[in-house]
């Protein structure tokens, strides 16, 4: 919890439990949230909500300086960006002065450790093969597109193929592919951000299937809509 002063306005920041991208009810997480900060702290309106990925590396430190296309990077801070946006300025102005950075090495943006990140990695790949068995294998859904309700995004079937279908509060049906373009995991629905979520690797898209953040870069297939 932390407390905000915009003008005259005193707000409380509360912020719930983590949760993997696609991997996780984003509604009824929310609701926990809002009916805690209501019972514990008397907060009566909410005026904001929002939601956002904090990107960790396998070894659990950040990505800071130049990749390995020469790019400049700085990401991996899993919600520590006072302390690592500041440091990242730091390394990269120096850099880019030609200075020396005693934090360089350790942040490098091209490093590889695997033995910190054996860990990290290693629960990553079953957390990835859990989804994959769970959702080509284990899921089965059935649901008609003609019972999709208005607001509201399924996985249904379309003419015996399994379709990524959102209708929109107009009446309007998006239908895309349910793969995700980056490595071909199935994509979850997220209601409250009104999004396609790859429980893999955190990827997201708009119901329309444009990309709103990465790794893919592709966006979902688009499907011609069936005649109801």
């Given at each position: 919890m932390r407390r905000l002063q915009a003008g005259s306005a005193n707000f409380l920041i509360c912020v719930g439990q983590e949760h993997k991208t696609g991997q996780h009810d984003a509604g009824a997480a929310m609701a926990a949230l809002e009916g805690a900060a209501r019972r514990r702290l008397g907060v009566e309106a909410?005026?904001?909500?929002?939601?956002?990925?904090?990107?960790?590396?396998?070894?659990?430190?950040?990505?800071?300086?130049?990749?390995?296309?020469?790019?400049?990077?700085?990401?991996?801070?899993?919600?520590?960006?006072?302390?690592?946006?500041?440091?990242?300025?730091?390394?990269?102005?120096?850099?880019?002065?030609?200075?020396?950075?005693?934090?360089?090495?350790?942040?490098?943006?091209?490093?590889?450790?695997?033995?910190?990140?054996?860990?990290?990695?290693?629960?990553?790949?079953?957390?990835?093969?859990?989804?994959?068995?769970?959702?080509?294998?284990?899921?089965?859904?059935?649901?008609?597109?003609?019972?999709?309700?208005?607001?509201?995004?399924?996985?249904?079937?379309?003419?015996?193929?399994r379709v990524a279908a959102y209708r929109d509060d107009a009446g309007h049906v998006f239908v895309v592919s349910p793969v995700c373009t980056h490595l071909k995991c199935m994509v979850h629905w997220n209601a409250l951000e009104t999004s396609w979520d790859c429980p893999c690797h955190g990827s997201r898209f708009a119901p329309d299937g444009r990309v709103i953040a990465g790794p893919a870069t592709e966006p979902l297939k688009t499907k011609t809509p069936p005649a109801e």
């Open positions: 909410i005026a904001y909500r929002w939601s956002a990925q904090n990107f960790r590396s396998p070894d659990l430190l950040p990505y800071i300086g130049k990749d390995v296309s020469g790019a400049y990077i700085a990401t991996g801070f899993a919600t520590d960006g006072l302390v690592y946006g500041t440091l990242a300025a730091s390394i990269v102005s120096d850099d880019l002065l030609g200075r020396a950075n005693r934090w360089a090495d350790l942040y490098r943006a091209s490093r590889v450790a695997p033995v910190k990140a054996a860990k990290g990695t290693a629960a990553e790949t079953a957390s990835v093969l859990k989804v994959v068995v769970q959702d080509y294998l284990t899921r089965r859904q059935h649901d008609a597109l003609e019972t999709l309700r208005r607001g509201v995004g399924s996985i249904v079937e379309v003419d015996g193929e």
